[in-house]
């Protein structure tokens, strides 16, 4: 069987494509015929179950109003997941903030490198601090809340109160934060370290 479809079927599939992109329902086979020139219902019909055969149209119920393209990538889509997004963390010099979520970031799992849980959350850089782990101002990172972390993690700690994006270090049993830009100083806690996340993974946007 020929698997490409017509140019006539071509444009049954970008009639009803246009429907559902505009947030309508799918045109009835009298509208495909009407717009495309065809002369009856059945010769719409022809063309709506050489399309399913070839795999690129579903019919769900037998009616017209649940016709839907079928994409090709469709097979190959992983699950997407939300995660919260609480707002921005300075990667410079630490700030008191307090962090509210104010919105979500939308990634397909197999991108994010793995499974999310409901103690991940995401966070907006402001600042160079991190870049020699190459993490940039308006990167957003993914990070965990509860793993202990080991020793050249990145985390996002409260010191003294203060919120920042470091790395996670030990000296002489110690543990402290470390910048990865020279400008900045390493941060040794006068009362307390609080880990609140993490690193899993970075999402950045192209700059326009």
Do not use: W
Not at 57 to 79: E, H, K, M, T
Not at 126 to 145: K, Q, W
């Amino acid at each position: 069987m020929n698997l490409e479809p017509t140019k006539r079927q071509h444009a049954v599939l970008r009639m009803i494509e246009s429907h559902r992109s505009a947030g309508e329902p799918p045109p009835t086979f009298r509208e495909i015929g009407q717009n495309l020139g065809i002369a009856s219902v059945s010769a719409v019909a022809k063309h709506v179950q050489a399309l399913r055969r070839k795999g690129l149209l579903n019919l769900s119920d037998g009616r017209s109003r649940s016709l839907d393209v079928i994409s090709p990538l469709r097979a190959l889509q992983n699950p997407v997941v939300h995660i919260a997004l609480f707002g921005s963390i300075p990667a410079g010099y630490p700030q008191h903030r307090e962090q509210e979520a104010d919105a979500c970031v939308s990634v397909d799992i197999e991108t994010l490198g793995f499974k999310p849980t409901r103690n991940t959350f995401a966070l907006r850089v402001s600042g160079d601090s991190m870049i020699g782990r190459h993490i940039v101002h308006g990167d957003v990172v993914v990070l965990e809340h509860g793993p202990e972390p080991r020793p050249g993690d990145i985390v996002a700690a409260l010191v003294d109160g203060e919120s920042t994006l470091k790395t996670f270090v030990r000296k002489n049993g110690r543990p402290f934060l470390k910048a990865e830009n020279p400008k900045y100083p390493d941060l040794m806690p006068a009362e307390e370290l609080m880990i609140q996340g993490v690193f899993k993974a970075l999402i950045r946007k192209a700059k326009e």
